[in-house]
């Protein structure tokens, strides 16, 4: 079974960078897009980017370009989102993402979400 | 960037009553829309994709429909384990945006 496993918690200063990982099992890690999806305490949900794992490329919301790096190691089927310059308003939930069964426009199979609370 | 506006933000029935969520795109997007249920502490689950094909494993109670720049999410009968928040996303050009959110409370 398809299962998207995220690094743990992290609380950060402002102005410093954060990575999280996101570990892939139960389908073809190289085969299929790698989301990032964020939620701010008690607010909607908003997109960061992809990446594709097979040719590393990416794509990103214009939003978060220049601040967002995402990378991925094929040998350990593992994801990484990396946000730099943090700010308070980058607290929330941060979620992988992908989709194996439904085609590229949607999300069938999500993480279980990494907290990131920045604050001084 | 294409932007998702949904309404109502919040919504208040009763187990058993039909309720009908809307979804409009700025722009259109053909069928390349999605809705979500997420409730609290938990990751957002995949109910509809395509405007209207069912998720596998999703009751049939749910149903989506529309195309180009609005959409509908209906839920025929509500059951008490629906209460919570519904998200429709779209894709375009590998581009993707959520909608606002719709809070579905109990009466």
């Known amino acids: 079974q398809v299962q998207l496993v995220q690094s743990g918690a992290e609380v950060k200063k402002p102005g410093a960078s954060v990575k999280v990982s996101c570990k892939a099992s139960?389908?073809?890690?190289?085969?299929?897009?790698m989301h990032w999806v964020r939620q701010a305490p008690g607010q909607g949900l908003e997109w960061l980017g992809w990446?594709?794992?097979?040719?590393?490329?990416?794509n990103y919301a214009q939003k978060f370009q220049g601040r967002v790096t995402m990378t991925r190691d094929t040998s350990i089927s593992t994801a990484y989102l990396e946000l730099s310059r943090l700010r308070s308003d980058d607290t929330a939930v941060y979620y992988c993402?992908?989709?194996?069964?439904?085609?590229?426009?949607?999300?069938?199979?999500w993480g279980q979400g990494t907290l990131v609370t920045v604050s001084s | 960037d294409i932007q998702l506006t949904q309404s109502p933000s919040f919504l208040s029935a009763s187990v058993g009553d039909r309720v009908t969520i809307t979804c409009r795109a700025s722009?259109?997007?053909?069928?390349?829309l999605a809705w979500y249920q997420q409730k609290p502490g938990k990751a957002p689950k995949l109910l509809i994709y395509?405007?209207?094909t069912l998720q596998s494993g999703v009751p049939s109670r749910f149903s989506g429909s529309g195309s180009g720049t609005e959409f509908t999410l209906t839920i025929s009968s509500l059951q008490p384990e629906d209460f919570a928040t519904y998200y429709c996303?779209?894709?375009?050009?590998?581009?993707?945006?959520f909608g606002q959110g719709t809070k579905l409370e109990i009466k």
């Open positions: 993402a992908t989709s194996t069964t439904v085609g590229p426009t949607c999300f069938d199979y």
């Open positions: 139960g389908y073809t890690f190289s085969g299929y897009y």
């Open positions: 990446i594709n794992p097979d040719s590393g490329g990416t």
């Open positions: 722009q259109g997007i053909r069928s390349y």
């Open positions: 395509a405007a209207s």
């Open positions: 996303q779209q894709f375009n050009s590998y581009l993707y945006t």
